[in-house]
């Protein structure tokens, strides 16, 4: 975190460009590698956890920021930008690999302000403010009643440290206290129910802002979930929670087969893949847990790469409505390879790792109940519908008669052919789970 301290102070005193926050980055990586041992799995310092989930969360968290503020130079702002960006790292990776409860709230909370001026400086519309208040609000809501367990549990246990042996072996809080954690990192997932908010702060933010909250925020909720399994009564979640769960996994997934909006659809997308993190998590064995975590580290990768593609098309078409984007492939073939190829790297085609992550996912099910079979099933069919529709639509369709003159340049293919061979070694790291 030093490291980070003085890397956010250089920045500030340097030219911002894309070389030297991509100094920065390698540099940050270079020093957790080596600072914290990464791979002989005992950390250095015992405020840093060093495992596996710490390791690919900061992995994606890295590739992320990268190709986004490669996407971001269009706006020219570069001090701001580097702040900004600086600060988005240093939240992100605290709550990757803090080993503090207390710390891991406070990370938690603060990754909202980047994202938070991201909206209001550079969002799209009038109706960013609103959208960044929905944000604030839902997040605050769900997440105060948070710090009452979190003094309740150091209360009980002397330390707010995770890794501590009364920690690790005690028996869980109450219902209501699972319930609060539960929700306090659910609203950030999101969970159906609790994710209104995240449709509208997509549609308002920017591109490289909506690459941002679909490839690192949303992940902030499931590694808290993670980091605070110990503390959740896992029966009585499973029994009062599976059912909503599996009901509105569909019901999300239904929803996008109904969307116009390109960017919406993907917002949505996002909500139904996050949707099988909570009952991976109720799950609760080895395999599901290797299963969050996949899914985690490539929706991280694809999303992304899907909100990239909304940006480029729209700077093609100057809409995002699906039935305006026609005969893509006769204006961009290279555009149209990239559509395609995100099209199977969402849906875990088998050439692609995530389907590992898939696999893993119908194998979890199994110890659930016989019912997640056949929504997964039905969950895999409607995904496939959904996608089917938007990449058919358009890039295969014919081009009409109201395609407007377009504006591609090479500042719009360079950060997509940079994530997309990026991609290719990210991804394979799977062998290493």
């Known amino acids: 975190m030093s490291f980070l301290l003085v890397a956010l102070f250089l920045s500030l005193l340097s030219v911002p460009s894309v070389f030297s926050f991509s100094f920065i980055l390698l ?13 002989m799995n005992s950390p250095m310092e015992f405020s840093l956890m060093s495992d596996e989930l710490s390791l690919f969360m900061t992995y994606m968290m890295t590739f992320v920021l990268f190709i986004s503020f490669v996407y971001s130079l269009y706006l020219k702002a570069g001090l701001k930008l580097t702040v900004v960006f600086m600060s988005m790292l240093i ?17 938690y909370e603060s990754s909202l302000l980047p994202i938070l001026y991201i909206i209001i400086k550079w969002g799209s519309y009038p109706e960013r403010s609103l959208s960044a208040l929905m944000l604030l609000i839902y997040t605050s809501i769900f997440t105060f009643p948070f710090i009452l367990v979190m003094f309740t549990t150091y209360s009980i246990y002397g330390t707010f440290l995770f890794s501590n042996n009364f920690t690790c072996c005690s028996a869980p809080m109450g219902a209501l206290a699972s319930f609060i954690v539960f929700c306090t990192f659910a609203v950030k997932l999101p969970v159906y129910g609790l994710h209104f908010w995240l449709p509208m702060a997509h549609v308002e933010a920017p591109t490289f802002g909506s690459m941002i909250l679909a490839g690192v925020l949303l992940k902030l909720g499931g590694v808290g979930l993670i980091r605070c399994i110990n503390y959740v009564d896992m029966v009585f979640m499973k029994s009062s929670m599976l059912s909503y769960l599996l009901v509105f996994m569909l019901y999300v997934t239904v929803v996008c087969t109904f969307q116009s909006d390109f960017k919406r659809l993907v917002a949505y997308s996002s909500v139904s893949h996050m949707m099988a993190i909570p009952l ?18 490539f929706h991280g990768l694809s999303s992304p790469i899907l909100f990239m593609l909304v940006g480029v098309v729209y700077s093609l078409y100057s809409t995002r409505q699906l039935i305006m984007i026609r005969g893509l492939v006769l204006l961009s073939p290279l555009t149209s390879l990239l559509m395609v190829l995100a099209f199977f790297f969402t849906m875990s085609a088998p050439p692609f790792p995530s389907f590992v992550s898939e696999v893993y996912f119908l194998v979890s099910c199994f110890s659930l109940s016989n019912v997640v079979i056949v929504v997964f099933i039905l969950f895999t069919f409607l995904s496939m519908i959904y996608n089917l529709n938007w990449l058919t ?8 008669c109201s395609t407007l003159a377009f504006n591609l340049t090479y500042m719009n293919f360079f950060p997509m052919m940079v994530s997309f061979l990026l991609c290719v070694p990210i991804s394979l790291i799977v062998v290493l789970m």
């Open 27 to 39: 540099g940050f990586w270079l020093y957790y590698q080596f600072d914290c041992c990464m791979y």
């Open 91 to 107: 939240f992100c990776f605290g709550v990757f690999t803090t080993n503090n409860l207390f710390m891991l709230y406070f990370y």
């Open 280 to 297: 991976l998590y109720l799950a609760n064995t080895a395999i599901s847990m290797k299963s969050i975590l996949m899914l985690m580290l």
């Open 393 to 400: 639509a358009m890039v295969f369709s014919s081009a009409s």
